[in-house]
């Protein structure tokens, strides 16, 4: 088996981990989450999200999370922008990336974005054009695409299909996600491979849920088959508000822990990460839902190779 030296790691803390809380927490926490995963070395910090305030009343302060953040060279701090109207707000705040988001389930799309999938898609496709004008990457998401709290079993066709429409527009940094967290590694084949195979420009990275304790399997079984990009959220925070029952996603540092223990680099500093996802999780009043945070003891020196 052979596995990459690197793996790119897509901190979603500060969306996705924050997004589902239902109080809301102080703009300058949010700043602060921010700066701190990019000092724990970072590189991709998903900052926000430009959505309709009434729908996530969470990150209504989005224009005030991305202006104020202090940005570190090498960092990247991308937003989620489900329209045009979220993207002119998102690249007057600042951002260099964003994210446009669809699923691979037509119910789940409805509830989340309140467009069918062929409308997402053309609500892309002005920001993508608009973005390469303006030299502003572009990330796809597509979720729901192992299950959808509405429909059950999605078949991979179904996501393979959203993602070629993805990569007509032009987008090639796809994440495929496990929303509600039912995958189990044995499945993660029969989505991921014929990606893979498909077309070798895509570059793909698994969103996990760990809603039944599955998301480090999935992650390994991800790399076995060659994907070398990740998102996760620091204390395993996480959740999306339109779908039910979804909790938090691969706590970032469990997955760090794996990666640094078999050698490969993610450029994170293992011990202040565990420190930020103490932080965090204590600023929320929770428990940190990952495990490796929980930890009380290092049988060895926490970025030691195996
Ligand atoms: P819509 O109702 O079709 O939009 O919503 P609309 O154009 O009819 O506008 C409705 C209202 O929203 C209007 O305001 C607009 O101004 C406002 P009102 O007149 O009622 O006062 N509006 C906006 N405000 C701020 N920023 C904007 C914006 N656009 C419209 N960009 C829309 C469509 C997509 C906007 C809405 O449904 C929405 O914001 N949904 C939020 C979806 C969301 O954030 N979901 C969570 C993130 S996705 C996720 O978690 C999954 C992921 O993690 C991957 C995975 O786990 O699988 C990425
Ligand atoms: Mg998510």
Sequence with gaps: MSLPGEVRIVEVGPRDGLQNEATLVPTATKVALVERLAGAGLRT???TS?????AVPQMADATEVLSTIERRDGVTYPVLTPNMRGYDAAVAAGATSVSVFTAASESFAQRNIKA???ESIQRFAPIVEQAERDGVHVRGYVSTAWGCPFEGPIAPSAVHHVVDQLADL???DISIGDTIGVAVPGEMAAVMQPLLDHDADLELALHLHDT???ALANAWAGLELGITAFDASVGGLGGCPFAPGATGNL???DLVWMLHRHGIETGVDLDQLVEVARWITGEL???VRGHVAGARIWPWAA????
């Design 50 to 54: 430009f959505v309709n305030p009434k």
């Design 116 to 118: 069918s999938i062929a």
């Design 170 to 172: 032009g987008i090639v």
């Design 303 to 306: 970025d030691a190779r195996a």
């Design 251 to 253: 706590a970032t540092e």
């Design 285 to 287: 009043d929770q428990h």
């Design 212 to 214: 039944r304790g599955t």
């Design 45 to 47: 910090v998903e900052a």
